[in-house]
């Protein structure tokens, strides 16, 4: 039989079939990974949208009558998405590390303000609050603290200096100290401290005392850790500060520091009875250091339980008559204390690494807008 085509013409044909088919493929192709990328960036500028639409944590705070704030390093304040988020997010800074005995007073006549000066002129020039943290703490001490052999009088001479001239400097400007840190011990006996050793017991008195002679419009506060909900601890603390109280010592309130693993999730119910015990004194409570740690990489669902705990924890506080600040040991996943201090765990904040809002950045937003809206 004669055929029109040759094996060659039908070899060539095939082959020409497959490129128009490639190239088809390819233009269509392309279109529609055009279309895609364009239908992303729609939805993306959608999301931007959205996001201007939601107030800021701070402007739903003050609806519902509480502070919001953070804890903060001045270092990163030049850093603009650092600065930027703060100012717009929040209305309380607590120095993180700034205040401490350590880096404020590294040798006995020596003071180095920077860094304090630093964060509290950015939190004035952001209507914003400052919690003073911390005059009298066992940890973060200079060696001539730690290492000093000094008189009880002696003793009683450096703190007395030291928060004189700490507190007065930031006197009308700082609003509420932690005046004394972690001085309960985790089987509710007073800590083994140097301040103890040195000065006995009445160093809180103390403390609490001088820090109002500089400052008697500053809140004082008490802060610990393991003291939010129940058990022996926190009914050392509860007893400490009614003791205080009771004989007309000046503090204002206590602060729960709240540093959470999402492996052992605090109760709630415990927590809100708490701070109703606390509010029957006439004591405020501040929530100091809450974060949040989950082991790393996060999963969806661990964010996800994240979120839950910071919205619990958010409830608790504006459902009791004496929670008048929400305060977080940092903000953004970036600078964390978690990672250093507990490796394996991280994530603990409520933006990411790149400053995105994360689900418990959204429940916190949703609990705020609900009561807000309730008003
Ligand atoms: C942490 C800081 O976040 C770290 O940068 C520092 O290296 C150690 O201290 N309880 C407190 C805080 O009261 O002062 C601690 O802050 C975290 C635990």
Redesign the pocket.
């Known amino acids: 039989m004669h055929l029109f085509f040759s094996k060659k013409d039908l070899a060539l044909g095939i082959v020409l079939g497959v490129v128009i088919g490639l190239v088809l493929g390819y233009v269509v192709s392309t279109r529609d990974i055009d279309d895609l990328k364009s239908q992303i960036s729609n939805l993306q500028s959608q999301i931007e949208q959205i996001r201007e639409l939601i107030p800021p944590l701070r402007t739903l705070a003050e609806e519902n009558g509480i502070l919001i704030g953070s804890?903060v390093t001045a270092s990163y304040l030049t850093e603009a998405p650092y600065a930027q988020t703060l100012s717009r997010e929040f209305d309380i800074l607590t120095t993180?590390?700034a205040l401490?005995f350590e880096p404020v007073h590294p040798s006995r006549d020596q003071y180095t303000f920077g860094d304090a000066d630093a964060i509290v002129s950015f939190a004035e020039a952001n209507g914003m609050k400052v919690r003073g943290?911390?005059l009298v703490?066992h940890?973060?001490l200079p060696g001539w603290i730690t290492q000093g052999t000094f008189t009880r009088e002696e003793w009683k001479t450096i703190l007395h200096d030291h928060i004189t001239t700490v507190v007065s400097r930031y006197k009308r400007r700082i609003y509420a100290w932690d005046v004394v840190?972690?001085a309960i011990d985790d089987d509710g006996s007073l800590r083994n401290t140097v301040w103890l050793q040195g000065i006995g017991p009445e160093y809180i008195r103390l403390a609490f005392e001088w820090a109002h002679e500089a400052d008697p419009q500053a809140l004082l506060f008490y802060?610990d850790?393991g003291a939010s909900g129940s058990g022996v601890k926190s009914d050392a603390v509860y007893n400490l500060v009614k003791n205080l109280t009771e004989s007309g010592v000046p503090i204002n309130g206590v602060g729960l520091?709240m540093?959470i693993s999402l492996e052992s999730p605090p109760v709630f119910g415990d927590i809100a009875a708490n701070f109703e015990r606390l509010n029957d004194l006439g004591l405020e409570v501040q929530v100091t250091?809450l974060d949040v740690r989950l082991r790393t990489p996060a999963t969806t669902e661990d964010l996800t339980q994240q979120a839950n705990i910071y919205r619990n924890m958010l409830e608790v506080c504006l459902s009791a008559d004496n929670c008048t600040a929400f305060v977080m040991?940092g903000f953004t996943d970036k600078y964390s204390?978690i990672p250093?201090?507990n490796p394996g765990y991280g994530s603990a904040l409520i933006f990411d690494e790149s400053y995105n809002p994360k689900s418990a950045y959204f429940a916190l937003i949703s609990v705020l807008a609900e009561r807000s809206n309730q008003d």
């Open positions: 804890a993180e590390n401490k943290h911390t703490w940890q973060q840190n972690e802060n850790y520091q540093h250091e040991w204390w250093a201090a």
